[in-house]
């Protein structure tokens, strides 16, 4: 069992709960609230501790309207946006999507949407 404890860092869950701790036991949140760094050495689990100073921690977003596959379109290929990456959903927090086909279905389909891996 892993723990990873990440302190110092402005909580937002998701209004502001001001400087806060997170541990978490695997893959789970266990506690949120001040917590001695000594506390987690002394349960003899592998942990890791993460300074989060400076950062926001705030839950995973869920995006409920993502074209995964790219949008657009409708005004001929000019008019198309290009595909969504990880990256870039990771990077602005995202960590659920719905994909979403839009009004191009002639080049995009629901296979290809369906077929689309996002996953790290």
């Known amino acids: 069992m892993h723990v990873t404890l990440i302190q110092h860092g402005e909580l937002f869950a998701p209004k502001p709960l001001g400087v806060q701790s997170i541990l978490l036991v695997g893959d789970r949140i266990a506690y949120i609230g001040l917590l001695d760094p000594g506390s987690v050495v002394t349960l003899g689990l592998e942990y890791e501790i993460i ?11 869920i995006d409920p309207h993502e074209h995964l596959i790219g949008a657009g379109g409708e ?27 839009g009004t191009d279905t002639v080049a995009r389909s629901l296979t290809t949407l369906s077929g689309k891996n996002t996953s790290a």
């Open 51 to 61: 300074d989060a100073t400076g950062c926001i921690i705030t839950p995973g977003f």
């Open 75 to 101: 005004q001929g290929f000019a008019s198309r946006q290009p595909e969504v990456s990880l990256a870039e959903l990771v990077s602005a927090g995202i960590t659920t999507v719905v994909g979403c086909l």
